[in-house]
């Protein structure tokens, strides 16, 4: 019987995977649009999201702390991302898949559920990467509507708990990606606040 992981987490993660194999060598410690972070943290945060998921997956208790990324992401951040995403892969059984997980604010929902709604944070960290590493990146159209349709919901909550940058301005015919990209503090021209 095969395992039906959400094809749109599959896809955010394939994105990511290929900004993140393109990368220069000489641009890790870039500056990214994230204030305060460089290439190698955005690539350490998201593999580490993927280390989350691991667990969960697994039923393991997660770590109060965020591991440090730039360990996560190592000397090779493309072969650690590869390392983590085939052991994480592993562990997302049916039986994971449809274990309840609990969210910030005391939330339950299935991983299954959970990583439905994952492509949010893996296309604006796309972003973010290709920024910080001299990339042009545009996003799957198809993953970017429900996107933003998620972060219309979350943004507000994110900015409250000092998660998410001020929203940006963006004219009146900004594509999907513009205006998912300026909910959370980022701009096409490459600014960010956070």
Known sequence: MSVV???????ALDGFEAVLAAAPA???????????WAAIDVAGHVTAGLLVVEMRAAGR?????????????????MASWREV????????????????????????????????QYPLELLVHTWDLAQAT???VVLDADLVGPALETARRMAPHGRE????????????????????????????AGDAHG
Do not use: K, N, Y
């Open 85 to 116: 995403r085939t052991r994480m892969t592993a562990e997302l059984t049916p039986e994971a898949l449809d274990r309840q997980v609990e969210l910030a604010l005391g939330l339950r929902i299935t991983l299954r559920d959970w990583l439905e």
């Open 161 to 188: 708990a000092g998660m998410v940058g001020p929203e940006v301005a963006v004219s009146g015919d900004a594509d999907d990606q513009a205006r998912l990209l300026a909910l959370f503090g980022r701009s096409p």
């Open 134 to 136: 001299g990339q042009s």
């Open 5 to 11: 992981i959400p094809e749109q987490f599959v896809r």
């Open 26 to 36: 000489d641009r890790w410690l870039s500056p990214s649009p994230c204030e305060g």
């Open 61 to 77: 208790m997660l770590s109060q702390d965020d591991p440090d990324w730039r360990e996560v992401a190592g000397e090779d951040p």
